[in-house]
């Protein structure tokens, strides 16, 4: 597999990728509609590609665009892929919500970076300001087949590990662990929590707390309170005050049924929120 597609090429995510594809063995065609996008790709000595001068001959077509236009852009695509395309997503939510054409004779392929970890051994100042990878600091990814021959899933890691490098490692998923990974791990659950914590430290400085000493110390007890909940450092624990504090808490700040964004019918309507296009 060497001719790729990039749909999407010139926006936010899609010029991450082009610039880990430049270089690489790829043979990549980089479609953009966009003139702010096309500016962009100029920028960087890259030309857009119609799309149908692209897609022609491309094993893989890569779709860096936003989830709500996928199912819209690939009705459009379907009548002009060749058997045996590989179609690279950067989300399971397309693919979770069935919105991806039943073309038996077509792969369907997701992966999703886990992005550089808190907790690492990078040095390099570069490295430890890459907060999304895919530039200087090394990361973990998830890949999943969801649909076409077992020997595509190699082909696809390939692509993965070069539009994310530098990689370390690659875990393999089915779609269901994909979507609980996202929505539900990294944004339901994760996001809402570090939203409603940015709100406490706000609530806290305009309480009189200094600014930077309610950051610096929320900052960095959440590195020690991570390191001790993902035991991450060995016979770490919290305190019987902190312990006592978490148990009181928990009741007064989630419902007694949080765990039910976990259930399907959850992340369906989740998924299809992500995918709706208004």
């Known amino acids: 597999m060497n001719r790729i597609a990039l749909l999407g090429a010139g926006g936010k995510m899609g010029l991450r990728l ?13 479609v953009e509609i966009a003139e702010r996008g096309r500016a962009a790709l100029a920028e960087r000595g890259i030309s857009a590609a119609p799309m149908d001068q692209a897609l022609e001959g491309a094993e893989a077509v890569i779709l860096a665009v936003p989830d709500n236009r996928i199912g819209p852009i690939m009705k459009g695509l379907e009548p002009k892929l060749a058997a045996g395309t590989m179609v690279v997503m950067l989300d399971v939510a397309a693919a979770y919500a069935g919105l991806m054409p039943d073309r038996k004779d077509l792969t369907y392929f997701i992966t999703h970076p886990c992005h550089p970890p808190i907790f690492s051994d990078e040095v390099e100042p570069l490295a430890q300001r890459d907060f999304f990878g895919g530039e200087h600091a090394r990361q973990h990814i998830v ?11 190699a082909d696809g890691e390939e692509i993965a590990r070069t539009i994310y ?12 662990q994909m979507a609980i990974l996202e929505p539900v791990l990294s944004e339901t659950m994760l996001g809402t929590c570090l939203t409603i914590l940015a709100e406490a430290t706000a609530e806290a400085v305009r ?16 590195r020690v309170e991570l390191a001790i909940v993902f035991q991450e450092k060995e016979g770490a624990v919290f305190s019987d005050g902190a312990l006592k504090a978490i148990d009181r808490a928990k009741s007064a700040l989630f419902r007694p049924d949080w765990k039910n964004v976990f259930e399907p019918e959850a992340i369906a309507e989740s998924v299809r929120h992500i995918t709706a296009l208004e």
Do not use: W
């Not at 082009?18 to 980089?30: E, I, K, P, Q, W």
């Not at 490098?165 to 269901?176: F, I």
């Open 143 to 153: 890949c999943c087949l969801a649909q076409g021959p077992e020997q595509a899933y």
């Open 207 to 222: 309480r009189g707390v200094p600014a930077q000493a309610a950051r610096d110390f929320i900052l960095g007890h959440m």
């Open 18 to 30: 082009t610039a880990n594809l430049t270089g690489s063995r790829y043979d990549v065609r980089h």
């Open 165 to 176: 490098k530098p990689v370390m490692r690659s875990h393999r998923c089915n779609v269901e």
